[in-house]
C-alpha cells in the first residue's frame, strides 16, 4: 500500500469542526441580534409606523396655513379586554405645524380594576416620524377602577416637513390589557423592599 | 482488493469489524451505510405520517360545509403535516442520501464524523415523537401552521407549545451535526486527485446545502426561543403591548425561511445532473456553470425574505427589492434547467425509472419555478398570497421537485444498495400512477386560488365545491400510489435479479467502481481519480 489509507486527519477535522460551531454560535447570536437591528433600522428609516414614546416639544412652529393634512383616529381593544375605547372626533383637517387637542373615550365594563396600555401606530409608517406629540395617554398606563370611565388627552402636531406625497396620516391605537403584568411586577416590588 | 468477491470481502468484514448483530447493530452503529439507511427508512415513515395528515385534510376539504373533524383540529393537521414533511420526510432523506453516497463518491472510507453521525440520527426520532404526542395532550398540538406566526404561536397557542418548541429544537440541532460532518467529510476525506472541479455535483450541492444549515438553522432556533420566552416567561419580542412587534417574527421567521426551501432544493439539483447525464449517456452540460449557479442562488436566497411578506405594510423601496431579487434568483435556476436539456439534447435517452423521475422533475419543478415569479410580482401577490396558488407553488417545488428528486435518487442507486435490481414493472407503475395523480391533485389548486380559495381554512364557499372534490380524488390517489413504492423497496431488498456493480451503462462516478452492494466498508484505500 503506498498511499496512506485517507484516514480522517484528526488535527485538521477539529481546526474546522470548531470554526463551523463557532459560525453557529454566531449565527445564533446574529438572531437574537436581529430584535435590536431592527428596531434601529425601523426608528432610522421611519418605516414601521412607530411614533416616539416621549413628548415632543412646539417650539418656534411655524404653521403652514397653505396646506391641509387630514389625521383620522382609529382604536382597538385586544381580543377579550372588556374596555370600550374610542376617538371623540375620528377625523380632523389640520394645518401642518398647528397644536391640536383631541380625546379618547376608554371605559372600564367590567367589574374589576384593569390597566391598560395603548400602543400608537401611523400608518403610512414614512408619515410617522413627522407625527409629533406634546402630550399622550400613551406614554402612561391607564388605570381605570371597576366600572369607570375617563378622557383621554392627546396633544400633537403634524410636522410642517411632513412629504408632500402624504395627504392622510392614520393614528391608531391599540389597547392592551397589562393587568397582570403589573401585577406581577407589583409584588415583585414589594418583595424587594 | 478489486479482484477479491463480494462474499470474500464480506467474509473479510465479518471477521475483522462486522456490524453487530440484531437492534443493536442498528442503536450503535457508526457506518455511514447503516446510518443512511436509518435517515432513509426514518424519512419514508414520516412521509407516510404526514401523508396520512394529508388524507385528513383532503378529506375535509373534499366537500364544503364541516363535516370530518374540528376546524382546530383541521388546524393541527395543517401544521403538523408541513412541519413533519419540511423536517421529517425531505430533509432525513437528503442527510440519508448523503450519508450513503457522499464518502462513496468522494472515495472516503466513512464519514469524518461517524460517532457524532450515529448521534445526528438518533435524536430525531425523539423530537418527532414529542411533536406528535403534542398532538394527544390537553388543549392539542400545535395548530398556528408550520410557519408559526406570533402572535398564533404566542398569545393564541395552546399549552403545548413548550413541546414544539423543544421538538424544534432538537430537529435543528440534528441537522446542523449533520451539515458539521458533511462539510468536514467533503473538505477533509477526498481522495488523492479529487480536486474541487471534479466532485460529482451531488457532493457539490450538498456542500453549499451544509452551509445554508448552519447559517440559517440556529437563526431558527432563536425564533422558537423568542416564542418560548413571550409566551411563558413574560418577555415581548413579538409583543406590541411590550414594546415588540410581530412583524418581526415574520422577518426573522423568512430569514431562515428562504434559505430553508433551497435547502430542500440544492441537493436535487444534485441528484438530477446525475441522473440526466446518466441516461442520455452524455456527459452533463456545463458543469461549471452549474456549480456557480447552485452557488449564487445560495447567495441570493439571504436577500428575498420578504417575497413571503409583501402585504405586511412593508415601504414601497422594500418590496420593489425584494421583488427584484426573487425574480434574480430565476437567472441561475433557469441555467440549471437550460443545462439539463441540453444535456438530453441529441443525447441517446433511455427511459428507465429514475431517468422518468428526474424528466418530470425537470418539467413540473419548472411550473413551480414559474407560479413562484407569478408570486414575486408584488402587485400581484396582493391577490395570491395566503390562497390556494401559494399551495399550488410550493407543492410543485417540493413535492414534484424535491420528493420526485429523491424517488428518482432511490430508483437509481437502489441496485447499488441492496445488490438487486428493483421491479422496473412497478417502477414504471409507480411513476405513472404518482405523476397523473400528483397533477391532479396540484394543479387545480392554481384555480382555486386565482378564485380566491384561502388556504389553511377547513370550509370554503361552494363555488369551489366541485374542484376541491377533483384535487381531493387526486390526493387519494398519490397516497396511495406511494404504497407500490413500499411495496418495490421491500421486494427489492429481499431479492431480485443481481445488479452489476455499474447497472446503468452511462452512469459515472466512483460508487459505480464498487461491487453491488456496496461493501460495509468503502474505500478502505483510496482510489486512483483520473
Ligand atoms: C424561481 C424560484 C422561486 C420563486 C420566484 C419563488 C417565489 C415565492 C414567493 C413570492 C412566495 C410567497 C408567496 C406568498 O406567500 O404570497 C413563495 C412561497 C413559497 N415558496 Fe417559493 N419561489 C421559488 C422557488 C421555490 C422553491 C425551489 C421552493 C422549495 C423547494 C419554494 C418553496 C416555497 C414555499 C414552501 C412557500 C410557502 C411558504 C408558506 O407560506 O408556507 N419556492 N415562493
Ligand atoms: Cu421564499
Same mark, same amino acid.
Given at each position: 500500500m503506498q498511499n496512506q489509507p485517507n484516514q480522517p486527519n484528526i488535527k485538521s477535522n477539529r481546526k474546522l469542526i470548531s470554526l463551523l460551531v463557532l459560525g453557529c454560535l454566531a449565527m445564533f447570536g446574529f438572531g437574537f441580534a436581529l430584535v435590536p437591528l431592527y428596531d434601529v433600522l425601523c426608528e432610522k428609516l421611519g418605516i414601521n409606523g412607530k411614533t416616539s414614546n416621549t413628548a415632543s416639544n412646539y417650539q418656534a412652529i411655524t404653521v403652514d396655513k397653505n396646506r391641509v393634512v387630514t389625521v383620522e383616529f382609529i382604536s382597538q381593544v385586544s381580543t377579550g379586554m372588556p374596555w370600550?375605547?374610542?376617538?371623540? $372626533?375620528?377625523?380632523?383637517?389640520?394645518?401642518?405645524?398647528?397644536?391640536?387637542? $383631541? $380625546?379618547?373615550?376608554?371605559?372600564?365594563?367590567s367589574n374589576r380594576l384593569i390597566v391598560g396600555q395603548a400602543i400608537p401606530s401611523v400608518s403610512p409608517g414614512q408619515g410617522a416620524a413627522y407625527f409629533n406629540k406634546t402630550e399622550c395617554f400613551c406614554f402612561n398606563q391607564q388605570h381605570l377602577a371597576a366600572a369607570s370611565r375617563a378622557e383621554l388627552p392627546l396633544i400633537f402636531f403634524v410636522d410642517p416637513q411632513l412629504p408632500e406625497s402624504i395627504h392622510t396620516l392614520t393614528l391608531s391605537y391599540t389597547l392592551y390589557d397589562i393587568t397582570d403584568k403589573q401585577l406581577a411586577s407589583a409584588i415583585e416590588q414589594g418583595a424587594a423592599k | 482488493m478489486s479482484t477479491l468477491t463480494q462474499d470474500q470481502i464480506a467474509a473479510h468484514d465479518e471477521h475483522h469489524h462486522g456490524a453487530p448483530k440484531g437492534i443493536m447493530r442498528w442503536i450503535l452503529t457508526t457506518n455511514h451505510k447503516d446510518i443512511g439507511t436509518l435517515y432513509l427508512w426514518f424519512s419514508f415513515i414520516m412521509f407516510l405520517t404526514g401523508g396520512a395528515m394529508a388524507m385528513v385534510i383532503r378529506a375535509e376539504l373534499f366537500q364544503p360545509g364541516l363535516q370530518l373533524v374540528e376546524p382546530n383540529f383541521f388546524n393541527q393537521m395543517t401544521t403538523v403535516h408541513g412541519l413533519i414533511m419540511v423536517f421529517g420526510a425531505v430533509m432525513p432523506a437528503f442527510t440519508g442520501l448523503a450519508n450513503w453516497l457522499i464518502p462513496m463518491m468522494i472515495g472516503a472510507p466513512d464519514m469524518a464524523l461517524p460517532r457524532m453521525n450515529n448521534w445526528s440520527f438518533w435524536i430525531l426520532p425523539f423530537a418527532f415523537t414529542i411533536l406528535l404526542s403534542s398532538l394527544f395532550m390537553e388543549g392539542g398540538g400545535p395548530n398556528f401552521?408550520?410557519?408559526?406566526?406570533? =402572535? @398564533? %404561536?404566542?398569545?393564541? &397557542?395552546?399549552? %403545548?407549545?413548550a413541546l414544539f418548541v423543544f421538538s424544534i429544537h432538537i430537529m435543528g440541532i440534528s441537522s446542523i451535526m449533520g451539515a458539521i460532518n458533511v462539510i468536514v467529510t467533503i473538505v477533509n476525506l477526498r481522495a488523492p486527485g479529487m480536486t474541487w472541479m471534479k466532485l460529482p455535483l451531488f457532493v457539490w450541492t450538498w456542500l453549499i446545502t451544509a452551509f445554508l444549515l448552519i447559517a440559517v438553522m440556529p437563526v431558527l432556533a432563536g425564533a422558537v426561543t423568542m416564542v418560548l420566552t413571550d409566551k411563558f416567561f413574560g418577555t415581548s419580542f413579538f409583543e406590541a403591548a411590550g414594546g415588540g412587534d410581530p412583524v418581526m417574527f415574520q422577518h426573522i421567521f423568512w430569514f431562515f425561511g428562504h434559505p430553508e426551501v433551497y435547502i430542500m432544493i440544492l441537493p436535487s439539483f444534485g441528484i438530477i445532473s446525475a441522473i440526466v447525464p446518466a441516461f442520455s449517456r452524455k456527459p452533463l452540460f456545463g458543469y461549471a456553470s452549474m456549480v456557480y449557479a447552485t452557488a449564487s442562488i445560495a447567495i441570493l436566497s439571504f436577500l428575498v425574505w420578504a417575497h413571503h411578506m409583501f402585504t405586511t405594510g412593508m415601504p414601497v423601496f422594500a418590496e420593489l427589492f425584494f421583488m427584484y431579487c426573487t425574480m434574480l434568483i430565476a437567472v441561475p435556476t433557469g441555467v440549471k434547467v437550460f443545462n439539463w436539456v441540453a444535456t438530453m439534447w441529441r443525447g441517446s435517452l433511455s427511459f428507465e425509472t429514475p431517468m422518468l423521475f428526474a424528466v418530470a422533475f425537470i418539467i413540473l419543478f419548472t411550473i413551480g419555478g414559474f407560479s413562484g415569479l407569478m408570486l414575486a410580482i408584488t402587485p400581484a401577490d396582493f391577490q395570491y398570497h395566503d390562497t390556494y396558488f401559494v399551495v399550488a407553488h410550493f407543492h410543485y417545488v417540493l413535492v414534484t421537485g424535491a420528493i420526485f428528486s429523491i424517488m428518482a435518487a432511490a430508483y437509481y442507486w437502489l441496485p447499488k444498495w441492496t445488490g438487486h435490481m428493483y421491479s422496473e414493472r412497478l417502477?414504471?407503475?409507480?411513476?405513472?400512477? %404518482?405523476?397523473? %395523480?400528483?397533477?391532479? @391533485?396540484?394543479?387545480?389548486?392554481?384555480?382555486?386560488?386565482?378564485?380566491?380559495? =384561502?388556504?389553511?381554512?377547513?370550509?370554503? &364557499?361552494i363555488q369551489f365545491a366541485d374542484v376541491n372534490q377533483i384535487v381531493s380524488i387526486g390526493g387519494f390517489a398519490f397516497g396511495l400510489s406511494q404504497l407500490i413504492f413500499l411495496v418495490l423497496v421491500i421486494k427489492c431488498i429481499r431479492g431480485g435479479e443481481k445488479a452489476p456493480a455499474k447497472p446503468w451503462e452511462g452512469s459515472e462516478g466512483l460508487e459505480w467502481t464498487l461491487p453491488s452492494p456496496a461493501p460495509y466498508h468503502s474505500f478502505t484505500t483510496p482510489p486512483e481519480v483520473k
Open positions: 370600550k375605547f374610542e376617538p371623540q $372626533t375620528k377625523r380632523l383637517d389640520v394645518h401642518p405645524g398647528e397644536l391640536i387637542h $383631541t $380625546t379618547f373615550l376608554a371605559q372600564n365594563l | 401552521g408550520w410557519t408559526f406566526y406570533a =402572535p @398564533l %404561536s404566542t398569545t393564541y &397557542s395552546p399549552d %403545548s407549545t417502477g414504471q407503475w409507480h411513476f405513472w400512477c %404518482s405523476v397523473i %395523480s400528483v397533477n391532479v @391533485l396540484f394543479f387545480p389548486m392554481h384555480f382555486l386560488g386565482l378564485a380566491g380559495m =384561502p388556504r389553511r381554512i377547513p370550509d370554503y &364557499s
